[in-house]
């Protein structure tokens, strides 16, 4: 089975992983659960999604009520900041979407917050880590699809805001894919989050507030930091 090696420190021991190009049964070092996976580390230590972001999941949501800010950068920021928040991982795809509803929310959009971060958590859960380079379709975009859908209300059965949603993650993952890779679920998340403020105001009559300049702070522990090529690179 053919190898890619990537400079990312294991959550266990900080040894590299190693992801593999197609996936096969990998037992969690954690939970103890045997799942499909497609990365572990030199050491063969695999963690679910599941255990790799329950933790930053709840801090991010329970944040999130106590959120004054319209601008969902800041928010992203902030949560970002907090311990549980990884460099890399599947919390990145409930962060996003969590930052937007909140900014939406504040900034006037109809939206009951605690019970649309609750669904917006359960939808972003099933989006599994690693989806940027193993489907095309990065879960920063999908997160932004996602805080559309219950914004709007869509379901499979609506008309005009089913397409909306479509027109978000599509406008995302074009910003996400015009930058190239590799992935930064950083520089990711803010493309997302940068092309959503603009999309909802347009469609949805919301102004939510972008700051006039985006800087990451996480460039030094990402080993795959593609540096000045990264709009928010410092």
């Known amino acids: 089975m053919s190898q890619i090696h990537q400079p990312n420190a294991c959550l266990l021991c900080g040894a590299p992983l190693v992801y593999l190009r197609e996936e096969r049964p990998l037992t969690c070092a954690l939970c103890g659960r045997t799942f499909s996976g497609s990365a572990h580390c030199e050491n063969g230590h695999f963690v679910c999604d599941d255990c790799h972001g329950k933790e930053s999941r709840a801090a991010i949501v329970s944040a999130c009520l106590d959120e004054p800010s319209a601008d969902p950068i800041r928010i992203a920021q902030r949560l ?57 379709c990065c879960g ?63 469609h949805l009559g919301v102004d939510m507030e972008l700051p006039d300049l985006i800087r990451c702070h996480w460039s030094r522990e990402n080993g795959e930091c593609i540096g000045r090529r990264c709009p928010f690179h410092p």
């Open 140 to 202: 920063a975009a999908v997160s932004a699809g996602i805080f559309a859908s219950i914004a709007t209300g869509t379901t499979p059965l609506s008309a005009d805001s089913f397409g909306l949603c479509d027109q978000l993650t599509g406008s995302c993952l074009q910003a996400i894919g015009r930058i190239g890779g590799p992935r930064c679920c950083k520089r990711d998340s803010f493309l997302a989050i940068s092309t959503a403020v603009p999309f909802v105001s347009a």
């Open 80 to 136: 970002m900041d907090l311990p549980p928040i990884h460099m890399h991982g599947p919390e990145h795809h409930t962060l996003v979407g969590a930052a937007l509803l909140t900014a939406y929310h504040n900034a006037g959009g109809t939206v009951d917050l605690a019970p649309a971060l609750a669904e917006l958590e359960r939808r972003s859960q099933k989006v599994p880590g690693g989806i940027c380079g193993f489907w095309g």
